[in-house]
């Protein structure tokens, strides 16, 4: 069974900085992707990067240039470098992962994802 755990979230004023971590377990990695997912109060859930198991990555058009996904195989982590954060950027952050590489889109929808982790909020400050 697959597990996701996510960690380092928190508050931050604009323009500042944080690093989203998010630790599996119970899987191959090379035989899934990984996303990041986020959900404001009131809003969907919506795709934010996208950790391909080809090592190529894609992000959503409002984080391009400021959010890095990034993995390490050798930790089974997986991480989202998020700068110049605004605070329309403030959500809860999720982990996700999906072994179907068809459904590995980031705009692909919270349905396409099988395992997820429990959340970790961003706050951003204006």
């Known amino acids: 069974q697959v597990q996701l755990v996510e960690s380092g979230g928190g508050s931050v004023q604009a323009g500042g900085s944080l690093r989203l971590s998010c630790s599996a377990s119970?899987?191959?990695?090379?035989?899934?992707?990984m996303a990041w997912f986020r959900q404001a109060p009131g809003k969907e859930r919506e795709g934010v990067a996208v950790?391909?198991?080809?090592?190529?990555?894609t992000y959503a058009d409002s984080v391009k240039g400021r959010f890095t996904i990034s993995n390490d195989n050798a930790k089974n982590a997986l991480y989202l470098q998020m700068n110049s954060l605004k605070p329309e950027d403030s959500a809860m952050y999720y982990c996700?992962?999906?072994?179907?590489?068809?459904?590995?889109?980031?705009?692909?929808?919270?349905?396409?994802?099988?395992?997820w982790g429990q959340g970790n909020q961003v706050t951003v400050s204006s």
């Open positions: 996700a992962a999906e072994r179907t590489v068809l459904r590995c889109r980031v705009d692909a929808g919270p349905k396409a994802y099988t395992y």
């Open positions: 119970g899987y191959t990695s090379y035989r899934y992707c």
């Open positions: 950790f391909h198991n080809d090592g190529s990555t």
